[in-house]
């Protein structure tokens, strides 16, 4: 079984350093939002500020010794604003 407080922390992993698998990205979860239809981690990383849905089929693998946890985040969703900046 899983435990109510481990269940929290599967969607509320403040602190945790997130990994990218799909890219070199790597940053501290910083704040947690919980809106009606959706969980979004803050993830900080070299003084920037990343807003990513928590989507649970993209965690592979949750640590909670080494507070860590990889993810598989989808192509170009880290850089949505830098499109933007071209036009």
Do not use: C
């Amino acid at each position: 079984t899983v435990s109510a407080t481990s269940e929290k922390e599967d969607l509320f992993p403040m602190n945790y350093t997130l990994i990218d698998t799909n890219s070199e990205f790597k940053g501290v979860i910083t704040d947690v939002e919980e809106y009606p239809q959706q969980i979004i981690w803050t993830v900080t990383s070299d003084n920037r500020e990343y807003l990513i849905p928590f989507v649970e089929d993209w965690i592979e693998m949750s640590e909670p010794k080494t507070r860590t946890l990889k993810v598989h985040l989808p192509a170009g969703l880290l850089n949505l604003d830098e499109s933007e900046l071209e036009d």
